[in-house]
Every structure is written in C-alpha cells, then in structure tokens.
C-alpha cells in the first residue's frame, strides 16, 4: 500500500514497550488538543483529545500529557503492539475556530 | 454509523489536466472540510464549509482549486488545470460543531 510518510521522524519500538511520541504545537491559543493514527493507505483515525483546562487523559492503553507552559503534547502508547505500527499526528484547535492544525507526524514502527 | 466516503480512490492525471473529487459526510455531520496531504507531511486545511456556506477557503488556491458543497451534504472539489505538484492525498472530513472530526480514507491523485 501507499506510504504515509517516507521521510518522518521514526521511533522504532519492541512489541510489549510503552511508547512515547512527541510534539510541540505552535499557538498559545490552542485550547483542544487530538492525536490521530494514519495507516498506510487510510484517513487519519481519532486516538485522543484533550482540552486545555487538563494536563492528562487517559484511554485505553493511550495516555495523552500536555504541557502548556512549553507548548507540548505527548502520547504514551502502554505495551505496544504490531497493530500500533503507524504515522501519528498531533493536532490543535484555537477556541475561536473549527480549524484543525496538524503537526509533521512519527512513524511508530514495532517489531517483535 | 457509516464513515465519510470518499471517490475515487486513485486517480492519476497529465499536467493541465482538469480532475474532481467527490464526499459524502457522515449524516447530520454540518462541517465538512477538504484537507491536502503531501506525502510526508501532515493534513492541510484547504476549505471548510459549514451546511452549504464557506466557512474558511484562505488555502485553497483559487486560480485552480473550487469546491462546492450545494444542497449542504456531498461536496466536490476540482482542480483545473492541474500542476504536478498538486500530487498528494485529498482528504475529506465531517464533524458536528466544535467535536471530533471523522476523516475519509481519501483520495490519492497523482500528476504525471
């Protein structure tokens, strides 16, 4: 199938280690935060979100960190699996607008 | 609930070439945006339609890009003519207001 990305920062991680990919947004306006999965060949997927009055959300094997004093945002990903081998991309809405802002992307690849 | 569909799948075309892109949103979805996604980078906003009203079209080259959203459901996005590097993935979503957006598996155009 189509590649999403050939040429994105990569993590490589081992089937079962927690994952954790990064990345820093731009407005200090933002205030929703959403992290998608893109597989090869597939829209984005909705993972998380969180809102700016949290500094952490959990879901299932998914937690999402923000930092807003450093603009950052992080997804940790718990016992990773095969199936977790994607693009990841950050993304940021400002209160006053629908307008979605995606980050660059990581390529999450797991081996056994 | 069904997904946004999206066609064609692929589609490739010679330079000055005219090419249209056609979505369906999920129903009761008001949003629907059109995002570009070169290869390598992440999803940008080209235009965001609101029911059947532009919202937003500041990235959409409009000597060569028009999108129409009619009757407020399906919409279509053309570009005429087209240059090689409009080359990338074309990606609809649908969102009700101020939730998470629902992404298609897009179309992948290819200027030649």
């Known amino acids: 199938g189509e590649s999403v990305g050939l040429h994105l920062p990569t993590l490589s991680v081992q089937e079962g280690d927690n994952s954790i990919i990064n990345c820093a947004y731009s407005?200090?306006?933002?205030?929703?935060f959403i992290w998608y999965k893109q597989e090869s060949g597939k829209g984005p997927q909705f993972i998380i979100d969180?809102?700016?009055?949290?500094d952490k959300r959990q879901g299932q094997r998914v937690t999402v960190l923000l930092n807003k004093t450093v603009k950052h945002l992080s997804l940790q990903i718990a016992a990773t699996q095969p199936g977790d081998s994607a693009v990841y991309f950050c993304?940021?809405?400002?209160?006053?607008?629908?307008?979605?802002?995606f980050g660059t992307g990581t390529r999450l690849q797991v081996f056994p | 609930e069904a997904g946004v569909a999206q066609s064609p799948r692929y589609k490739i075309i010679e330079k000055r070439q005219s090419v249209a892109f056609w979505c369906n949103p999920i129903?009761?979805?008001?949003?629907l945006y059109w995002y570009q996604q070169i290869l390598g980078q992440g999803p940008k906003l080209l235009i965001q339609?609101?029911?059947?009203?532009?919202?937003?079209d500041s990235q959409l080259p409009k000597d060569r890009f028009s999108a129409e959203r009619l009757k407020g459901v399906d919409s279509t996005l053309k570009i005429q003519p087209a240059k090689l590097e409009d080359s990338a993935v074309y990606l609809c979503?649908?969102?009700?207001?101020?939730?998470?957006?629902?992404f298609g598996s897009g179309t992948r155009l290819t200027v030649v």
């Open positions: 979503a649908s969102s009700r207001q101020g939730q998470g957006y629902t």
């Open positions: 407005n200090s306006a933002s205030d929703y």
């Open positions: 969180i809102r700016s009055n949290m």
């Open positions: 993304a940021e809405k400002s209160y006053n607008t629908d307008k979605l802002i």
């Open positions: 129903s009761g979805h008001a949003t």
């Open positions: 339609f609101q029911n059947n009203g532009v919202v937003d």
